[in-house]
């Protein structure tokens, strides 16, 4: 089933909780230098030209129609989908966010016109007999005949659906790119009409506001500058959309290089450490918008513009790699999804661009759920030639291995086993709870076993109008208490950024690797004197992770500690459970220095992103209050023999 693209569509914490979703800002964009658009234009084709190879090179097509799988998966999908009838949208359907924050209704029906229009474009431009041609048109006047392109969430005042606005959200940027898209391959086959009304819509909606921004003639919306995924997805998407659809190549260099220098402050997002601190799910929306911007930039500016060149890209560009645990398995930190992985298109450009050496998956990988509704995404990948790609030179960074990845500024720590087919793998965080798409989740982790998450962060829950408000962190998949995380005296952690976690202490040696985070200050309990949370990774014999929470209060206080899963739990003898999940199990030892606990299984009622999968807490909790103490977990894959263990 395909993941809907509508999941990802949400502003970042800090700018939502700020200003909404469309705040102006206080002053205007710096202006554009005069001479740097002159530069630029004269490079500049003299007629627009668009992402995509055009139909009537069927040379281009001919080469496409031999990929491996591709033709044959994009016929197979266009048929499949003749058979459907295309969704409707209604004015209720739109109206449904403002009155009850229902948002999967409308984005659903949207998002699933852009996918049929994006794989029926390609099936045109493999079969070339205009039997996909009537879908097309008709996917067409539905998009084109939406009242806004601006998504309900981002237009809660409904001033954009009721014409009173016209702003640019990530929704809007990509439709246009889309749309722009289809023009380019198809041209004069979608009729003199349909092409008008495309430039015409993309006048209104786009390039007018966009252009009064630039020129400093409209406040600038918050996004322009911002750190968000916002950033890069707006300005691909409008970019790649201008360079395509207009005219003057004055006007286009306006647009290419506002996003040339306004898409600095998305890289600076990122920390040095090149952790994307809004996690996978978005690395795979911003920074794969980011590298769709470059490959438009490399051809539209004949290699004059090279994104990939600036300050952190390189490795901002190799954080899957270095967040990998074990094959294919990847920590759902914030509000990612668990079933996340990097999207293999970008990854193959990446490689190729950056020399990386890394061994490649598919030679000709398909479209993950995420890009399958983008036209321009399947036009840009399809169309690239790793034979001729190199902008860098060759090399890795040092800071992955294959054993142990340290992010430092982020507090991020990958521990994989000698051999990755056998063993635990580990990721652990710590950081700060007011990071963008973040949860309250200082101290959280992961361990994997072959390809199973065996105890888990639960990843993103489901989004309504509360995840982004005030009532964010009532849902217990984002606070805490839905990580495996302590509560300490009956407390869950805060949010914001004075509230994280302090390095106590960390080394690695090629057998070990410890992290100990001091974590007390993520929460607001006056007795605490000190919460030290530790983490022991052995990559000796069979490996082992061992978590060991040490406490002191002031005064006697309750505490306990959590475990998360999608698996089964079984208590096999006092103190000890297995978890079980996909043919794989793990065993936990619980040890609390001789004092009394109990564990008890609930099932947490919120709905996640990833699918209908159960998220189980697993408490495990002193039964009296203490002032100071001990719980140690120890884990091991339960196939082996089980050593004595004395915390």
């Given amino acids: 089933?395909?993941?809907?693209?509508?999941?990802?569509?949400?502003?970042?914490?800090?700018?939502?909780?700020?200003?909404?979703?469309?705040?102006?800002?206080?002053?205007?964009?710096?202006?554009?230098?005069?001479?740097?658009?002159?530069?630029?234009?004269?490079?500049?084709?003299?007629?627009?030209?668009?992402?995509?190879?055009?139909?009537?090179?069927?040379?281009?097509?001919?080469?496409?129609?031999?990929?491996?799988?591709?033709?044959?998966?994009?016929?197979?999908?266009?048929?499949?989908?003749?058979?459907?009838?295309?969704?409707?949208?209604?004015?209720?359907?739109?109206?449904?966010?403002?009155?009850?924050?229902?948002?999967?209704?409308?984005?659903?029906?949207?998002?699933?016109?852009?996918?049929?229009?994006?794989?029926?474009?390609?099936?045109?431009?493999?079969?070339?007999?205009?039997?996909?041609?009537?879908?097309?048109?008709?996917?067409?006047?539905?998009?084109?005949?939406?009242?806004?392109?601006?998504?309900?969430?981002?237009?809660?005042?409904?001033?954009?659906?009721?014409?009173?606005?016209?702003?640019?959200?990530?929704?809007?940027?990509?439709?246009?790119?889309?749309l722009a898209t289809a023009d380019t391959i198809l041209g004069d086959r979608l009729g003199s009409e349909t092409r008008a009304k495309i430039r015409t819509e993309a006048q209104r909606r786009v390039f007018v506001p966009m252009l009064a921004q630039i020129r400093g003639e409209a406040p600038p919306a918050w996004w322009i500058d911002s750190s968000f995924n916002w950033n890069a997805v707006v300005h691909a998407g409008v970019t790649g959309a201008a360079l395509a659809l207009v005219e003057s190549p004055e006007e286009r260099a306006e647009f290419v290089v506002e996003a040339e220098r306004d898409i600095r402050p998305y890289l600076g997002g990122f920390k040095a450490d090149g952790?994307?601190?809004?996690?996978?799910?978005?690395?795979?929306?911003?920074?794969?918008?980011?590298?769709?911007?470059?490959?438009?930039?490399?051809?539209?500016?004949?290699?004059?513009?090279?994104?990939?060149?600036?300050?952190?890209?390189?490795?901002?560009?190799?954080?899957?790699?270095?967040?990998?645990?074990?094959?294919?398995?990847?920590?759902?930190?914030?509000?990612?999804?668990?079933?996340?992985?990097?999207s293999a298109w970008a990854l193959r450009i990446l490689n190729a661009r950056y020399q990386f050496g890394w061994k490649e998956g598919a030679a000709f990988p398909m479209l993950d759920s995420m890009y399958a509704p983008l036209l321009y995404a399947a036009a840009i990948s399809t169309a690239f030639s790793p034979g001729e790609a190199a902008v860098s030179s060759p090399g890795q960074e040092d800071f992955s291995n294959l054993l142990t990845t340290w992010f430092p500024e982020s507090q991020v720590l990958v521990a994989r086993p000698a051999d990755a087919a056998m063993g635990l793998g580990l990721a652990c965080k710590g950081g700060n709870n007011g990071e963008s798409h973040g949860h309250l989740d200082q101290g959280s982790f992961a361990v994997f076993n072959g390809d199973q998450g065996m105890i888990i962060d639960p990843g993103a829950a489901v989004y309504s109008a509360a995840t982004f408000d005030e009532r964010r962190y009532e849902n217990k998949i984002l606070n805490s208490y839905g990580h495996p995380v302590p509560v300490v005296a009956g407390q869950l952690q805060k949010a914001g950024t004075k509230h994280g976690s302090r390095i106590f202490e960390r080394t690695s040696t090629e057998d070990r690797d410890s992290l100990v985070l001091d974590i007390s200050g993520a929460y607001a309990v006056p007795a605490v004197k000190q919460l030290l949370r530790r983490f022991d990774y052995d990559r000796t014999g069979t490996t082992s992770v061992t978590i060991t929470d040490t406490f002191e209060f002031s005064s006697p206080e309750t505490f306990s500690t959590a475990l998360v899963t999608f698996g089964t739990v079984r208590e096999i003898k006092p103190g000890v459970l297995t978890i079980t999940k996909g043919g794989r199990s793990v065993q936990v030892e619980v040890r609390a220095g001789g004092a009394a606990f109990a564990w008890k299984e609930e099932i947490i009622s919120e709905k996640l992103k990833s699918g209908p999968e159960q998220v189980r807490r697993i408490e495990i909790a002193l039964k009296e209050k203490t002032t100071a103490g001990q719980i140690v977990m120890r884990i091991t894959p339960a196939v082996s023999a089980n050593t004595a263990f004395q915390p």
């Avoid at 016109?113 to 099936?123: G, M, N, P, W």
């Avoid at 890209?313 to 914030?334: C, D, I, M, N, S």
């Fill in 275 to 342: 952790y994307a601190e809004e996690g996978l799910s978005y690395w795979n929306y911003g920074f794969g918008h980011y590298v769709l911007l470059a490959e438009t930039l490399l051809q539209a500016t004949n290699g004059r513009i090279n994104l990939y060149a600036e300050d952190r890209a390189r490795r901002v560009a190799q954080f899957p790699k270095a967040l990998e645990v074990l094959p294919g398995t990847y920590p759902a930190f914030g509000d990612c999804v668990v079933s996340m992985e990097p």
């Fill in 1 to 178: 089933m395909r993941s809907p693209l509508y999941c990802l569509h949400a502003v970042g914490i800090a700018a939502a909780a700020v200003c909404g979703v469309f705040c102006e800002k206080a002053v205007g964009i710096e202006p554009l230098s005069s001479e740097r658009v002159a530069e630029i234009a004269k490079v500049l084709p003299a007629r627009p030209v668009g992402v995509g190879v055009p139909i009537e090179d069927r040379a281009a097509w001919d080469k496409l129609t031999g990929r491996p799988h591709y033709a044959e998966e994009i016929l197979r999908s266009a048929n499949r989908l003749i058979e459907q009838k295309s969704p409707e949208t209604s004015e209720a359907d739109y109206f449904e966010f403002s009155r009850n924050g229902n948002r999967s209704n409308y984005e659903g029906k949207a998002d699933s016109r852009r996918h049929r229009l994006s794989i029926f474009v390609q099936a045109e431009g493999l079969e070339n007999q205009g039997r996909f041609l009537p879908y097309i048109n008709e996917e067409l006047a539905k998009i084109l005949a939406e009242p806004t392109w601006v998504l309900p969430s981002h237009d809660k005042g409904l001033e954009n659906f009721k014409g009173t606005k016209t702003e640019i959200d990530l929704w809007t940027a990509m439709t246009v790119w889309n």
